[in-house]
C-alpha cells in the first residue's frame, strides 16, 4: 500500500507499507535506492537522463 509519493523536480520519494520488519539498503537500478525499515520502505529515484555513449 502507497502511503505517499512525491516528486521534487527530479527525483521522487515513496514511501511503500511493508509488512516484514527488516533493515536495509539496496541499489535497486541506475538512479534508484531502496531504504527498508520496519513496517515502512522508501525509494528514492533521479530521474536524469543517462548519459548517452558518443559513438565513433
Given amino acids: 500500500m502507497t502511503i505517499f509519493d512525491i516528486h521534487l523536480g527530479r527525483y521522487s520519494i515513496l514511501a511503500l507499507k511493508e509488512r516484514n520488519a527488516r533493515f536495509g539498503v539496496q541499489r535497486e537500478g541506475i538512479g534508484e535506492v ?11 529515484t533521479d530521474h536524469r537522463k543517462p548519459a548517452v555513449p558518443l559513438s565513433h
Fill in 34 to 44: 531502496a531504504i527498508d525499515l520496519p513496517y515502512v520502505s522508501l525509494v528514492l
